[in-house]
């Protein structure tokens, strides 16, 4: 084919053994949102920040999350019957760095309500996601959680909260 030229990977610059930190700054110039997994736990908020969510199916209503493998939360929102998935917007920056730390409450000064069925939202986000643990998939340091929506409410005028390049980020440009 006229215009394709193939090069060897060296030729063009690409690593082919990339330790962590290289992999974290290849995958961080894909911008993502982030969203914030939560549930009712003893009466209780639990939740965790994840920026590797993402819609799977229409039908059956699918979407998934990344989770690593040692994360102390992940198998506490497991068990739990029903998981709110809320996709932070502009302006939660500080409650997404709360959910996101190892310690100390993760919901002090975060707004939040739950459902009849016990999954926790977050106010103000762009989007809520009722949602069932359909299925976990094991991959390398992390486990996919297949979840199952079961109810939602979407805000088209929140601008969504945006993580590029290891730092939040805000949308721009304008609508056509």
Known sequence: MAGIRVAAADQIGLVTEADPVTLRRAYG??????VALCGLEGGEPAGM???SFTSVSLA???VSVCVANESATWPRLRALPRLGL????????GACK??????????????????????????GASAW???????ELPAGDHHI??????????????APLVF????????SGEDQ
């Open 86 to 93: 809320s996709v932070f917007a502009e302006g939660h920056e």
């Open 145 to 158: 959680a297949l979840l199952r929506v079961l109810a939602l409410r979407y805000f088209p005028e929140t």
């Open 60 to 62: 059956p209503p699918l």
């Open 98 to 123: 709360r959910l996101a730390a190892r310690d100390g409450d993760r919901f002090a000064g975060v707004s939040w309500t739950r459902t009849p069925a016990g999954a926790v939202l977050i106010g």
């Open 129 to 135: 996601l009722e949602c069932v643990l359909e299925d």
């Open 164 to 171: 590029h390049g290891s730092r939040f980020r805000r949308l």
């Open 49 to 51: 920040a994840a920026s």
């Open 29 to 34: 110039c894909f911008p993502s949102g982030v």
